[in-house]
């Protein structure tokens, strides 16, 4: 809760999904008082609700307003005696696509010259491999168009990338598992983000896929822009 508006806020939006035939599932996580005050103390900051007060009275200003919240929620955690993995587990049984066992990888490309992706786990660079924008009848076409893909993936060099890049990925994502990561997602970039990190971003993809344990989805951010 950051603001006097946002359980009213909630509210609002919670009830216009139910007019919609949508039903929400409301996840509440709650903590005892002095598990909260410790909380805030380590964090060195102020609780947003309590003014001039104390920071319980901003705890008990808050609990106040998200009561009627927590009283309609479809599940309720007590998160005081919790560590991080505990948490992981009592929340991933309610939500059916956290409890399966599947990863979820994105794998996007960018072009450089539009900036690097801020949402991103690894992010690597193409620009080594040969650019099909140098090719006149290529130019027009991107990397989901045959020619330039068959022309990129050609390359003995991008071969032995998305060998060695893909092995790397599988081996990683052992540990993102560990550590409960389900959400990774993958950025390639070249200059633009029309060719080269297209077609390998697609390629990559398709590697990907073969596993049953993953859910791979492809995006091209740059594609059409100039």
């Known amino acids: 809760m950051r603001s006097l508006d946002f359980s009213f806020g909630l509210d609002v939006v919670i009830s216009q999904l139910d007019t919609e035939g949508l039903k929400p599932l409301v996840l509440f996580m709650d903590a005892r008082d002095d598990v909260l005050i410790k909380r805030f103390d380590n964090l060195r900051r102020t609780h947003p609700l309590q003014g001039s007060g104390t920071l319980l009275v901003g705890i008990e200003r808050e609990r106040a307003l998200v009561a009627n919240l927590k009283e309609s929620a479809d599940v309720v955690i007590d998160t005081s005696d919790l560590s991080i993995h505990d948490l992981r587990r009592a929340i991933e049984p309610n939500f059916e696509y956290l409890a399966s066992n599947k990863q979820h990888v994105t794998v996007q490309s960018f072009g450089f010259k539009h900036g690097t992706p801020r949402d991103t786990d690894i992010m690597v660079d193409v620009r080594f491999l040969p650019n099909p924008f140098w090719i006149p009848e290529l130019r027009p076409f991107r990397g989901v168009d045959k020619p330039v893909s068959d022309y990129v993936l050609s390359a003995a060099a991008a071969q032995e990338f998305l060998d060695n890049f893909y092995k790397m990925l599988m081996d990683m994502r052992e540990g993102f598992k560990h550590e409960g990561k389900k ?23 398709r590697r990907l896929a073969v596993n049953d344990d993953l859910d791979v989805t492809v995006s091209h951010r740059d594609i059409n822009r100039h």
């Open 183 to 205: 959400f990774i997602t993958v950025s390639i970039g070249c200059t633009g983000g029309h060719h080269r990190s297209v077609a390998i971003a697609e390629e990559l993809a």
